[in-house]
């Protein structure tokens, strides 16, 4: 029997992960024991309060590169601080949404329809679960690009995903919907952890070794089993790109956007998507770096396949969420061809298209939160007919955010898009950049079609209102415009910051 | 002084100014709008004042670092091509501005709007002709895409918003094949020496013919349909016909010349060797549009959409210039884009106002205007006659450069062009006809003639087509050297005159 060593952790270094975690206990009992009238109020300013020292924290760490934090289990180095940033700055505008409970349910455990729920209806209740779950996949998102071993990939991949799954079922309106996205979401996460897990088995078996640093060294020796890379690989592969939603890995990702509740669905979106493929650039630049011949073909395929799909099937969405999932569908396949690129460019183009996307879909789905009806939010798209007309304003942010998802020019969308396509060409993908660019016009078609829509037709003589958005609302759509077009026109300062510290640790 | 900054920036600000004023003073928004672009246009002529003909290096040069991570430069400087095409810019706008006095208010938003879109669009087409780094001309190629479709959609007629949707999604998908190519060179130019986007250092790249041609026809793809080239010109007659007269102006005069003249400064100047394999291929497309062109405009009933055809075989006649690869065919050319937007801007002003008076564009509903309104019917006459390049007028002398030009290198191209001159005195003078003689036709009786404000308005494009016409050299000065340049770098002489056996 060996003897037995115990852990050493910095916890400074840790120190992210482990304050969004405490901001989630401290969310529990503030549920558990706080009297009913103080609890929305406590509850966002904890969850706020826990974001921002978070980031602080992140900040603080930024230069301090280090395999040690815990005992080889994850690994602090730029891209991964870069990607809590991101990860925290999109969380924090998402709470803003999530502060309008509006959207969620009275009492989410109660059955649709049934006479529990009347009464909490009734009785004017407004739960307050959602902060501390979406503090726990919080946490679990910080870790996930920062795992350094399998284990501890998967561990982080179920803290993410679970409260996750619990979010999307918690739509005030329309809960059947919202609770059928849940458990759809639940089911198919469930089988892509099962593979995930299964790819992890194939990977110990091939290298000996739980840790990506001795995958990679096991891949350059190239002694192992090649079935059982072979394997591994594909079965990991194909668990983080149902989290990203990659095609054919994407059939939750239309219901889920569309069942959950609007603010969850911005969260989920943007902020997922920075964590799993912060994992994914992670394990692919270093673990399988050196087997590039085994999925660099396969995952060229896919990402073709995953642009072009999600592009063409937008076109025939009616439903604004709907059409902004299949949009992000077709995202993850342009982020692909940063994974795909494999080379320092490829790694800083993923990291700034990530915070960009992130940004512009929170902001999106924050104007998705405002148009609505005496039902509730309208995604209905004829009914956003001259919407342009009514609310000016609100319109203007929608169509920036769309302009900048088609990547025209002056939105960050439009560097996000060079500078990814031109990491995959230099890396020699030449067909993912030409699938790329002729997407993005296929793409370009739903998005102009929606700015038609919005200025170009005249409003639809019903109660189709766009509420007056509250403060925090208000913050996150004048902050992700804004942040939008900075981008887009001086996107200098961050893409020098992001060349100058996102380097690999291996 | 650094002038381009400063004629790019004068728009911007009386765009800024009139955004702060309120929705009620929409006169004053006009008069600012009006004020903005005649300084845009006195700093223009200042500029053209201190340009030194003779010298064919890039003059009033500024360049900064934009993106440094990417080595992307907000970098600008005009040779002669790139400066007359700025000045007839500078000199369209505040006419366009005149002429329409009331063209925003058929719109769905504010008068407001409609200056602030067209002072930002105006930015952006200086911008587009100044840029001498690649990814800065990008940025304002697609970026001025979004004020014109929100001009057509929001302030035109008809079918205005599918004619807008139309423009955008043909732009865009030529623009996205240019982004492939510039990536392209971007990825070439870092393996080869360090990121750049410098059009002098992207020309001496090497690259392999396949290769270069590919990333040729990226660029000449969305040149040709910018420009528009046959069969690439099925946007055109929708949004000249939707668009108020004033956008229609600025699109064919202005917008469309970014076409033509990035054939000049990006595919001829980076792809020397795929625009030689390509030359016959366009040549032909350039003599088809010349003709189809034509044919169309002489089955045309409908004035607006007769003005977009005349400019498909125009635009033929230009890129004929371009790639015949002869001084006077590229001075031709390049004073052909100049005249063009002339005598476009008179042809499309004088039809809108006589379409706004008439309430129809059917030319067949027009007749006997000569009578009623004398002023209006003799300006849309010498547009007319500018436009089927009568010797006398500015349009001539372009033409006849260009057929000259192409003539020594591609007879037979240049032979079948001239057919074209023919086919043009029928589509000019049989609408001529239908609609400023004969008998007065009912509802035409009352018409109003122009009044001082469109006198005003009309006069100086009357003025230019009428001095370039007999006097060319101002203009052709400055461009000449600038063509010979292109021509050699190119690796072109002039091919010597041959005489018929004597």
Known sequence: ?506 | MNYLTLIMAIPLFGAALIATLPQSKSLLAKQLALGTTLIAAAATIAMTMKFERENTALQFVESYDWIKAFGIKYAVGVDGIALVLILMTALLTPIVILAGWNESEGGRWSTKTFYILILVLQTMSFGVFAATDVFLFYVFFEAMLVPVYFLIGGYGSGERSAAAVKFLLYSLLGGLLMLASIIALYVLSGEQGGHTFNIAALSQLEMSSTTENFLFLGFFIAFAIKAPLFPFHTWLPDAAKSATPGTSVLLLGVLDKVGTFGMIRYCLAIFPEATKTFTPLIITLSVISILYGAFLAIGAKDIKRLIAYTSISHFGFITLGIFAMTTQGHSGATLYMFNHGFSTAALFLVAGWMISRRGSSTIADFGGLQRVTPVMAWSFFIAGLSSLALPGLSSFVSEFLVLVGTFTRYPVAAVIATFGIVLAALYILIPVQRALHGATEPGNENLKDLNLREKIAIAPVIAVIVLLGFYPAPVLNIINPAAAQVISQMGFSDPAPTHGGK
């Open chain 1, 1 to 506: 029997m060996s003897e037995f060593i115990s852990p050493v952790l910095s916890y400074s270094l840790l120190s992210p992960i482990l304050v969004v975690f405490g901001g989630a206990i401290i969310g529990v009992l503030i549920e558990a024991f706080a009297a009913k009238s103080v609890r929305p109020v406590a509850q966002i300013s904890v969850t706020i309060g826990t974001l921002v020292l978070s980031l602080v924290q992140v900040w603080r760490i930024r230069d301090s590169g280090s395999t040690s934090a815990a005992m080889g289990s994850v690994i602090i180095d730029g891209p991964g601080v870069l990607l809590q940033a991101s990860i925290l700055i999109i969380a924090i505008l998402a709470v803003f949404l999530i502060a309008d409970t509006e959207n969620f349910a009275a009492a989410a455990a109660a059955i649709p329809g049934s006479p529990e729920e009347r009464e909490s209806i009734a009785r004017g209740q407004q739960m307050t679960e959602v902060f501390p779950l979406t503090l726990f996949a919080v946490a679990g998102m910080l870790l996930f690009p920062i795992a350094s071993d399998l284990i501890t990939l998967f561990v982080a991949l179920e803290v993410l995903s679970l409260p996750l799954y619990l979010m999307a079922g918690l739509s005030r309106r329309r809960r059947l919907l919202s609770q059928e996205s849940a458990l759809k979401y639940f089911l198919l996460g469930a089988f892509s952890s099962a593979f995930f897990l299964f790819g992890a088995a194939y990977l110990y078996g091939y290298s000996g070794s739980v840790t990506f640093g001795g995958i990679r060294t096991a891949v350059i020796g190239g002694t192992g089993n090649d079935v059982f890379l072979l394997v591994g690989i594909a079965f990991l592969s194909i668990g983080l790109l149902f989290k990203v939603g990659a095609v054919p890995f994407h059939a939750w990702s239309p219901d889920v956007y569309q069942g959950a509740p609007t603010p969850v669905t911005a969260f989920m979106a943007a902020a997922t998507k920075v964590a799993a493929f912060g994992a994914m650039l992670r394990i692919y630049y270093t673990s399988f770096a050196n087997a590039e011949w085994s999925w660099r073909p396969l995952l060229v395929d896919i990402a073709i396949i995953t642009m072009v799909f999600g592009s063409l099937v937008a076109i025939a969405q009616r439903d604004v969420k709907r059409m902004l999932a299949y949009s992000s569908i077709a995202h993850a396949g342009f982020l692909l061809a940063g994974v795909i690129a494999l080379n320092k460019a490829g790694l800083d183009a993923s990291v700034y298209y990530l915070f960009a996307y992130g940004v512009a879909t929170v902001g999106a789905f924050a104007v998705v939160t405002l148009v609505r009806d005496s039902a509730g939010e309208v995604t209905d798209l004829n009914r956003w007919a001259g919407l342009g007309k009514r609310s000016p304003w609100v319109a203007t942010s929608f169509a920036t955010f769309l302009l900048a998802f088609a990547g025209i020019p002056l939105t960050s969308g439009f560097i996000g898009k060079f500078s990814i396509f031109s990491a995959a060409y230099e890396g020699g993908a030449t067909a993912v950049v030409i699938a790329g660019v002729l997407s993005s016009a296929i793409a370009a078609f739903f998005y102009i079609r929606v700015i038609v829509l919005m200025f170009f037709s005249d409003p639809l003589e019903d109660a189709t209102s766009v509420v007056i958005p509250s403060a925090l609302t208000r913050i996150t759509v004048l902050f992700s415009v804004a942040v939008t077009i900075f981008l887009g026109v001086f996107p200098s300062p961050l893409l020098d910051f992001i060349s100058n510290i996102a380097i690999f640790i291996r």
